[in-house]
């Protein structure tokens, strides 16, 4: 089994800032790619910010500028540091990360049960 624990979601203020942090656990051999993405109320799911196991990143055009991605990779963490909020961008945000348990496995994607973000005055 193998679990992604979100942490860092809140409320905050239009121009606050927030940090959320994915950690891994379980049975895992290596990790891939890890990012998040956000689903707004009656929207789709959108992805916010994606990072390699090489540092590569791309991030959505309205968050660009103002979130950062980064990862641990001894600790199997993803972070999001969320500068200069607006109030649309509440909504849960769920980290992903794809994992495989054995070198011969391919890499399967799995996900966090997420975590609110409300910005509101």
């Known amino acids: 089994q193998v679990q992604l624990v979100e942490s860092g979601g809140g409320l905050v203020q239009p121009g606050g800032s927030l940090r959320l942090s994915c950690a891994a656990s379980?049975?895992?051999?290596?990790?891939?790619?890890m990012g998040w993405y956000r689903q707004a109320p009656g929207k789709l799911r959108e992805l916010v910010a994606r990072?390699?196991?090489?540092?590569?990143?791309n991030y959505a055009d309205s968050v660009k500028g103002r979130f950062t991605i980064s990862r641990d990779n001894a600790k199997n963490t993803v972070y999001v540091q969320m500068n200069s909020l607006k109030p649309e961008d509440t909504a849960v945000y769920y980290c992903?990360?794809?994992?495989?348990?054995?070198?011969?496995?391919?890499?399967?994607?799995?996900w966090g049960q997420g975590t609110q973000v409300t910005v509101s005055s």
């Open positions: 990072i390699t196991v090489g540092g590569i990143t």
């Open positions: 379980g049975s895992i051999l290596s990790i891939g790619a």
């Open positions: 992903c990360a794809a994992y495989r348990r054995t070198w011969s496995s391919s890499y399967t994607d799995t």
